[in-house]
């Protein structure tokens, strides 16, 4: 069985748990079985009429493919002195530094946060992320943008904890600012996902052929999003 198989949904849909695992079902006919890792976790999606015994013998087989993915998904992203923190999927060592003003730079492969007040390291460290994000995906957006002619009205950085970007019916672009601590590659793909919603505001097959245009590596980067995205989204 591949990782992933083509599936298609209505609107009837609904959610159980089998040992733990979320399985979602669809009423539609012609929808397969599909594992994936979303959020960190298994989520099977299937066909409602199939019943729970079935989709026990599915997990069975699947075992060692299910622990193999959830092993190399990344933790949770941590901030403290010493430890390892991504910048455009780099990792980088945190150095805080009492200062008489607050400033970070980065030397190397080190991270340098001067403070003047304990305890309000992460704050600037966060604020500096922030104004970095939004200089970094506006000018990504543009450089996508102009490259395949597509031009969204406007684009806004900001924090969220469960999506990476969206686009709005007028064409306006929001991005999670999180999206600064990912690899390059996978921060482009996300820019052209949401550009490609610019042409096309479903998830069609027009869609999916709109992003490839724009990326035509879009599938490993969203297969690494599913299954490593959920560490760093989740820092706050």
Known sequence: ??????????????????AGIKIQRSSRRNSTVSLKIKDGKLIILCPSFLDDKYLTEIIKKKKSWIEKKL??????????????FPILGKSHEVRFLKSNKNEVKIIGDLIKISYQKNNTMKSIFI???????TKY???????????KK????????????ARWGSCSHKSEIFLNWKLFLLPKGIIDYVIAH????????NHSKKFWS???????N????KDWLRVHGYAYIQFN
């Open 127 to 133: 604020n500096w992320l922030k104004n970095e994000s």
């Open 1 to 18: 069985m591949k990782r992933f198989f083509n599936i298609f949904f209505n609107k009837k849909k609904y959610s159980t748990y089998i």
């Open 137 to 147: 995906l506006k000018a990504r957006v543009s450089i996508l943008s102009k490259k």
């Open 218 to 221: 879009y599938r490993e980067k």
């Open 210 to 216: 709109t992003v490839e245009q724009i990326d035509p």
């Open 150 to 161: 597509i031009d969204p009205q406007s684009i806004f950085v900001k924090t969220y904890r």
């Open 71 to 84: 092993k190399n998904r990344k933790k949770n992203i941590e901030f403290s002195e010493k430890k390892k």
């Open 194 to 201: 949401e550009l490609a919603h610019v042409l096309v505001p």
